[in-house]
């Protein structure tokens, strides 16, 4: 019964949030409904037993790529921006787009229906203390099964953090450069 | 936990609302923020279907996801706070320098 609750209030939140996101005019507005759309999400996270992730999501989503968020917002002009028009004209390509997306996945719900034994192999979830203590299952498989994407995911880490360097840094033309 | 098909549909949700706005909207900035509602789709399809199996990996594959997130908006800020310096603009159909 919580666990309907809980899971009805954040999905509703998280859409209603979202739609939010996508429509209003200003751009500061929209960062703010992402982070309750990215808080809602934390909130089906932790619905879901996955802890870790409930606080990863807090800390670095909410915490970090929003505030980077922000500032740049601050930084570009937003007073010229807002009185601009804010949405091109392909109105009937996102239709399109998206009512092909809910077709294929509405094909798919249907055609578990109606075959047996083709639609999602497993129906009831397994019992909820399998993946605990979460933080020490995660570590335990982010750092042996996995070690190798974790590697490769601090490397595009550095990568990511010197190209954003490198792209926001101030040009400045010496006169004694010439090459 | 909820029947999975709960989750894939608010999956579904997210994800639909993140590509019509980035298929609307001018402001770049709104746009690299419907990437990251996409993303996010994708996450909580991961984790429900982790929970459903009891298997982590999924639980692992959303936290590369959000690294990915991350490096993925450092650059993107980037390249914009360049762009407006360069072109005075953030609107995604101004930036037709390559266009025919």
């Known amino acids: 019964m919580l666990d309907n609750v809980l899971f009805y209030f954040f999905a509703g939140l998280a859409v209603a949030s979202a739609v939010l996101t996508v429509t209003r005019r200003n751009a500061v507005h929209s960062a703010i409904f992402l982070i309750t759309a990215l808080l809602a999400t934390a909130g089906i996270f932790l619905q879901l037993r996955a802890e870790f992730l409930f606080i990863v999501q807090i800390i670095l989503y909410v915490g970090g790529i929003m505030v980077l968020f922000v500032f740049v917002i601050m930084l570009v002009n937003l007073d010229v921006a807002v009185r601009q028009i804010q949405f091109a004209r392909q109105k009937w390509v996102a239709l399109v787009v998206a009512l092909a997306l809910a077709a294929q996945v509405g094909l798919m719900f249907w055609s578990s229906g109606k075959m047996p034994g083709q639609g999602l192999p497993v129906q009831t979830a397994v019992a909820a203390d399998k993946l605990l203590p979460n933080s020490e299952e995660l570590a335990k498989s982010l750092f042996s099964t996995y070690l190798l994407p974790f590697e490769i995911a601090s490397v595009l880490l550095l990568v990511a953090m010197i190209g954003a360097v490198v792209m926001a840094k101030k040009r400045t033309y010496r006169s004694d450069a010439s090459d | ?100």
């Open chain 2, 1 to 100: 936990m909820l029947p999975i098909e709960n989750y894939l549909f608010l999956g579904l949700a997210l994800f639909i609302i993140g590509v019509v706005g980035v298929i609307t909207r001018r402001n770049v900035i709104v746009v690299l923020m419907s990437i990251e509602l996409i993303l996010n789709a994708v996450n909580i399809n991961l984790v429900a279907f982790s929970r459903l199996y009891g298997d982590v990996a999924g639980q692992v594959f959303a936290l590369f996801i959000i690294a990915d997130a991350a490096a993925e908006a450092a650059v993107g800020l980037g390249i914009i706070i360049a762009f407006f310096r360069n072109r005075e603009t953030v609107l995604e159909d101004e930036m037709d320098l390559l266009k025919w």
